[in-house]
């Protein structure tokens, strides 16, 4: 079966990451994979060209891929088409049927959306629920990367919950780093073992690094270090509140890499500040490697990877004095990480692109 994945980009977010993931697997059972994309870029592109066919739709505004991507599927007939991350999720399904050509249409939200568009007026509010109303009813399957996103888009589509399905984010088993990258992650620490606390993830304000830095700062330990992999625009001002909190000679700007498993395994612990997610890739990335996790209890998703606190400590959004408590608290434990990297296998790739095929009545 030709199976066609239609993303913005792809650059080095988690949605992106998931869908390579997913691709790999789907084309391990047998299936063709191209990657249909409104622009060619992202720090993802050239990894995903070395396995796979990607298709520039050199569309750069949404109000013309209806058009565009019909066409594309009517000259690529596709067996099904797979759409990530709102407004392509309700224009897929459009555009199928402008085509002509009848395939499986799956849409997937990867965040909480009513969050993530809070701030953004009635105006876009409104936009959001109608198309996400008519898109929806119009798409044969629709996914929920957790239990509070499929609730979320549900609400927002004024749809029963029973018409989304809850696919966790595939997760594949951390690569064992190279003696030559775990030398260079550990000369970037530049302290002991012991004291090492790292966050993966883009610097956008949705991730909440202030809230970390705050947190990081009632740590009154000379050794302690707090390592930030990721790159965005937040970097600069970031840079300078580290200053301002007298924290900035323990705090280290990484930079993005494609592979962040040297770093995971390096550290002693992972912490995640964010405001929302819609699942938290990053969370089961960390556990894999056997490293702890704290995390806010945002919504969605991490209450449900750590199962509400049993493999991992959970913390109200937005509170650097419990952050930095249970910071303190993970870092002073021996962790349990066989435990730890059992729960991280629950999220294979194996079993997430079985549950994407069956959907599609492609098993």
Not at 44 to 49: D, G, K
Not at 113 to 128: D, F, I, K
Not at 162 to 189: C, G, Y
Not at 289 to 302: A, K, L, Q, R, Y
């Amino acid at each position: 079966m030709k199976l066609s994945i239609l993303l913005p980009d792809l650059r080095g977010g988690g949605a992106e990451r998931v869908n390579i993931d997913l691709a790999h697997e789907f084309m391990r059972r047998g299936h063709q994979v191209e990657f249909a994309l409104m622009q060619a870029k992202g720090e993802l592109l050239e990894e995903t060209r070395a396995h796979f066919k990607v298709i520039d739709l050199n569309c750069p505004r949404a109000r013309n891929l209806p058009r565009v991507l019909s066409r594309h599927i009517r000259d690529t007939r596709p067996d099904a088409l797979l759409a990530a991350m709102w407004p392509l999720t309700t224009i897929a399904p459009v555009a199928r049927k402008m085509s002509g050509h009848r395939c499986k249409v799956l849409v997937s939200e990867h965040n909480t959306l009513s969050v993530q568009y809070a701030s953004w007026g009635r105006a876009h509010h409104l936009a959001l629920r109608l198309s996400m109303a008519a898109g929806y009813r119009m798409a044969d399957v629709r996914v929920g990367v957790s239990g509070g996103v499929a609730w979320d888009i549900a609400a927002l589509a004024g749809m029963p919950s029973v018409s989304f399905e809850v696919i966790h984010n595939p997760v594949p088993p951390r690569p064992t780093p190279s003696l030559e990258d775990m030398q260079k992650a550990n000369s970037l620490w530049a302290v002991p073992e012991g004291k090492r606390i790292v966050h993966v993830g883009s610097l956008k304000q949705q991730k909440n690094h202030p809230l970390l830095l705050r947190a990081f700062a009632q740590i009154a330990d000379a050794d302690a270090r707090l390592m930030l992999v990721g790159t965005g625009q937040g970097e600069g001002a970031l840079r300078i509140f580290a200053a301002e909190l007298e924290i900035a000679d323990r705090v280290i700007f990484a930079g993005f890499h494609p592979d962040p498993t040297p770093f995971y395994t390096s550290a002693d612990l992972f912490v995640l500040s964010s405001v929302y997610e819609g699942f938290g890739n990053v969370i089961v990335e960390a556990m894999a490697c056997g490293t702890p996790v704290v995390s806010t209890d945002c919504p969605s998703g991490p209450a449900e990877i750590l199962e509400n606190g049993r493999y991992g400590r959970l913390v109200p959004v937005n509170d650097p004095a419990a952050l930095a408590t249970a910071m303190q608290a993970a870092l002073s434990e021996s962790p349990d990480r066989a435990a730890l990297q059992r729960r991280a296998a629950d999220f294979s790739p194996a079993i997430a692109a079985q549950r994407y095929l069956d959907l599609l009545g492609m098993a």
